[in-house]
DNA sequence: TATGAATGAGTATTCATTCAT
DNA sequence: CATGAATGAATACTCATTCAT
């Protein structure tokens, strides 16, 4: 759909601060009242943006997951899906700060419903591929995998100002490479509970 | 100091955006541009507050740390400091994607430099109370610590529209017990992590 | 437009400083916001105002000029126009050094070339009328006409306090009358350049 | 005296608007308050400022008049001693719209009342040195020359947006060089002057 | 003379959203 | 389906000035 397609463009043009409905009505194409025909806030224009961006990602993960781990990890999983999608993640960033708030509950409740729904897809696909998983645990461990993204994300990657203190010497230990320290502790957390789950 | 104080005391009551510094002014009983002979803008008055909680909550965990883990475990540790810290944890939650924009260089960076410190010190107890880390690692891991508890804390805490969401059967599985998680995750990331150290 | 009659009708109420963008939106009998659809400062809304007013003066020039000056002068010309427009004067006072400032370059750019060509027109009229005058001198003698008015407008017409100050005998000297200083200056001026065209 | 001197040289760095009472402190060496105890306002302050480089101007104007014009015209004597004076000029230029207002009635008239005195012996010179002038009329030009000086400034030296703006060839025409414009308008000024004095 | 901590008034501006056509 | 003109709420920040010491 046009306005999803340039609201999506937009987005990853610039900031979400700085995208105006307006930006998105002329991107599109057309007048500024329009825009509210299909989504009722910009917040849910956004949450829209995000849903097929999840959707995508998760069609990313089942694919992977069918074609089997074959000795690659969770954590090689998630960096190899992610790296990609940087606009997922700073989507995911804004998600629950911004974006689901100002929405209509009916709209939040459909939109976790689908998430929600996808997620169980690949919770499964996730348990069949580690053993280890009980039944269930799929969907609970995806759900943790994704607030490690959203924290790591928030920490990891700054703005303008933090990037530009980073730069010096002294605070240097506070630097994190977001794919590299999530991959490590992906590595870690299931090689945690597969130990877990072989000893008490 | 009173302005710290009027601050931390509003934002106990009310979230960062409702939050006037108007209102800080009258509770600290000092008028408004006086804030600004202290603090230049409001994300700086706010950032302060947060290194003041940071700080108390490292004091807590160097305690802790200093008093030896006996057999509890770092997810315990992080559960128990954290529990009675709702608002740094609100705090941390807006620290990056708010009050560290808007704030001049020196001061991030000073505010930078204060936890780094603090965090290298409560580090090396790290090391010390857990045997199978190596040196300048209990650094990196609290700072991934911190990230998850930042992740955590955004997708498990939610607003007053997700949270009437979340209460529809249909998305039960979406409900995320902060703390419950924080110490499950943990625990089987300090196992992973043991567990890489005896193991290729 | 009924914002640039409000804020005329306002101007001539109060000095610039005074008027407030909420006072102009109420008296247009619209929103505050709706101003802001068309100018995008208040400088620039002002900046129309004034344009409007020399758009009118200069067409009164024109009309006079037309009609020949028939043995009148210049310096008396100028009185007469000038004299019922105690609001351009007022304007043209802050033109400079208020209204041309926070106003962008495209706008400001327009609002010189809309004068300049309005000016144009009424200095070959000004030509025609004085045969001492060459081609093209009549633009450069409105612009220094122009400066004249500004400068004697600010030095004789007094603020409250000076007003006051003014009327004490000892600065009696200080005392200045626009329209008397201005056509006397005018007058002199004019008989200087057919002077200096006369003789060397 | 070390504020003057502060004031003035911070002036001639930066627009008025720009300076800050603060800055004025710190650069005479003494705290904010202190400069309350000599000047009443930041006007009076730049008041006095003002008047100091006034009576340098008319010192300069009395040496020229006292060695004699000798051939060289009025318009040239105040484009020499000017030019060196841009600080004077810039002074000028908000000394009516700004600093005399918000200063107390007794503080502009003793600006007044110096300046006058000032003038009235420099008129004298003037009235010296050009025989056409009757008596008492050398105070009375000088004071319509200010004008012409103070009005030919503000026109003619933009501030930031229009000398932009100025760049373009299309508003070429509205480019005024000022001290070529002082000088021929005086010349013109004065020759007009003798004449209606030859005749009618 | 000097300090400097405290004051507090004052307003332009943005932009998501609406609704009559 | 689409328009686009109109809305209006909401707040951080500056800095000249004061006055108790």
């Known amino acids: 759909?046009?306005?999803?397609?340039?609201?999506?463009?937009l987005f990853h043009e610039q900031p979400y601060e700085a995208i105006t409905m307006a930006?998105?009505?002329?991107?599109?194409?057309?007048?500024?009242?329009?825009?509210?025909l299909y989504?009722?806030?910009?917040?849910?224009?956004?949450?829209?943006?995000?849903?097929a961006e999840i959707g995508q990602w998760l069609d990313h993960l089942d694919k992977s997951l069918d074609r089997g781990l074959?000795?690659?990890?969770?954590?090689?999983?998630?960096?190899?899906?992610?790296?990609?999608?940087?606009?997922?993640?700073?989507?995911l960033s804004i998600l629950h700060a911004i974006l689901e708030r100002n929405?209509?509950?009916?709209?939040?409740?459909?939109?976790?419903r689908s998430v929600l729904a996808r997620v169980v897809a690949t919770g499964a696909r996730l348990e069949r591929a580690l053993p280890f998983l009980r039944s269930g645990e799929g969907v609970r461990i995806l759900f943790r995998i994704y607030a490690l993204v959203v924290g790591l994300w928030q920490v990891a990657v700054p703005g303008p100002v933090v990037a530009r203190v980073l730069a010096d010497p002294s605070v240097r230990a506070m630097r994190i490479d977001f794919f590299g320290a999530l991959g490590e502790m992906l590595d870690a957390l299931f090689a945690g509970l597969a130990f877990q789950r072989r000893h008490g």
């Not at 930006?23 to 509210?36: D, H, I, Q, S």
């Not at 074959?70 to 993640?89: C, E």
Request: proline content about 1%; aromatic content about 6%; charged content about 25%.
């Open 103 to 112: 929405v209509g509950d009916a709209t939040v409740l459909a939109f976790k």
């Open 70 to 91: 074959k000795g690659r990890n969770v954590g090689d999983l998630m960096v190899r899906t992610l790296r990609p999608r940087q606009d997922l993640l700073r989507l």
């Open 23 to 36: 930006a998105v009505a002329v991107r599109a194409g057309l007048a500024k009242g329009t825009l509210y």
């Open 1 to 9: 759909m046009a306005i999803l397609d340039a609201a999506h463009r």
């Open 39 to 51: 989504f009722s806030t910009k917040e849910e224009l956004f949450l829209q943006v995000a849903l």
